[in-house]
């Protein structure tokens, strides 16, 4: 489970850059991209947290929404119809896919749905990734 070293590192970089002070609160930006369960993260982050300055500090996770953008014509399109076109590729590729290699993508969405994206307007693949993939330290407040 790499939420783990995640949370690891995010302790890490807080007790090395506010050793002298209180961490009220810490606000954490999860794109919805990455392939995170945000439970898991919450709890590592408390476990992690025990015995050290960050132990009363407040967790807040915030799930960025996933923001997709045609680079021909400027459309942009989120999660919901990222699946939809996500579903469509599925369905076109199985015909010159060989029986058999397709694996179910059900594990592996996330980052599926990123890399098989095409243009609901315009059909062009050139897209990119607005947000939806950030993983940062977004906010910490401090006792004064
Ligand atoms: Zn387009």
């Keep these: 489970m790499h939420e783990w070293s995640i949370a690891e590192g995010i302790v890490t970089t807080l007790l090395e850059s506010f050793k002298d002070q209180k961490v009220l609160e810490v606000e954490i930006k999860i794109g919805e991209l990455r392939d995170l369960n945000i439970e ?42 990222a699946l939809e076109i996500l579903g469509e590729m599925l369905d076109a590729s199985r015909y010159i896919i060989e029986e058999g ?15 098989l994206q095409k243009c609901p307007r315009c059909g062009r693949i050139d897209i990119e990734i607005e947000s939806g993939k950030e993983l940062e330290i977004s906010k910490v407040y401090l006792s004064q």
């Design 101 to 115: 290699e397709l694996e179910p993508p059900i594990h592996f969405i996330p980052s599926l749905v990123a890399g």
């Design 40 to 81: 898991v993260l919450r709890e590592a982050l408390s476990i992690l947290s025990k015995g050290t300055n960050l132990e009363d500090s407040r967790f807040s996770l915030v799930v960025s929404k996933a923001v997709f953008k045609c680079l021909s014509c400027g459309e942009k399109w989120m999660m919901d119809k």
